[in-house]
């Protein structure tokens, strides 16, 4: 596949988060599907996600605004590629009566031709990514089928960056919850150096100041680790 070579690579390796992601996997997208077409190619692509806010990538402002303007029209490419058979193309817009809302700002934006491809992630995961030409009959069917070539491709690829994400995130929930705990715990020592009391009755103390100023356990242990003489001890751990 042209311009797919080191795809899925550039998605993990070459990129320092989700948005960094999406933000090459557009553009490695334009540039693939520039060179099949043979003329030049604009990008965007939205992901939706439980419980999280849609994403939205592309190679520039028009695309962008294309893709989140479906959000509140309701229809076009992404939309139709995510809600039906993966696929929707559209090679003269100035012609095609589909997308009634969404066509007129299509044709403002300049462009004559739209692709939009489904994406295969997993459950609970879906996204789809637009192409958009100048030109018309910009995406006959040989296009299209090197395209959805492509899109498989990049849907691996995506798959792997959004389980590396997940398990980032993990990893950092984890590491801040042990800080957290850390923190109490030595807090809770202070306390029952001070006051001769037990664990139990330590907790107790730091539960009440919680509850009675409304902010985190971690926070109160924090702050009597803070009034110390030599100051607060280092809790953090080591990645």
Not at 37 to 66: M, W
Not at 184 to 196: E, F, L, S, T, W
């Amino acid at each position: 596949m042209v311009g797919a070579n080191g795809l899925i690579p550039d998605l993990v390796t070459g990129s320092t988060d989700l948005t960094d992601s999406l933000e090459t996997l557009v553009h490695l997208a334009a540039a693939a599907l520039s060179q099949l077409a043979g003329v030049p190619i604009e990008c965007a692509l939205v992901l939706n996600r439980v419980k999280r806010a849609r994403a939205t990538a592309g190679t520039g402002t028009r695309p962008v605004s294309l893709a989140r303007l479906e959000g509140e029209v309701g229809e076009g490419p992404l939309t139709e590629a995510l809600t039906g058979t993966g696929t929707a193309a559209m090679n003269h817009v100035d012609s095609d009566f589909r997308w009634a809302r969404y066509r007129p700002y299509l044709q403002d934006a300049g462009f004559a031709s739209v692709l939009g491809l489904r994406l295969s992630l997993d459950e609970g995961t879906e996204a789809a990514i637009a192409f958009f030409a100048a030109s018309s009959q910009a995406f006959p069917l040989p296009v299209i089928a090197e395209a959805r070539s492509f899109t498989d491709l990049a849907s691996r690829g995506l798959r792997l960056a959004l389980e590396l994400q997940s398990a980032s995130t993990r990893a950092s929930d984890l590491q801040s919850a042990l800080e957290s705990r850390t923190s109490i715990d030595i807090a809770c020592g202070v306390i029952m150096a001070q006051n001769r009391c037990s664990y139990n009755d330590a907790i107790a103390i730091i539960s009440k100041a919680s509850s009675h100023r409304n902010i985190k356990l971690r926070k109160v242990a924090e702050g009597i680790l803070a009034s110390l003489p030599g100051g607060a001890p280092d809790t953090h751990f080591e990645h």
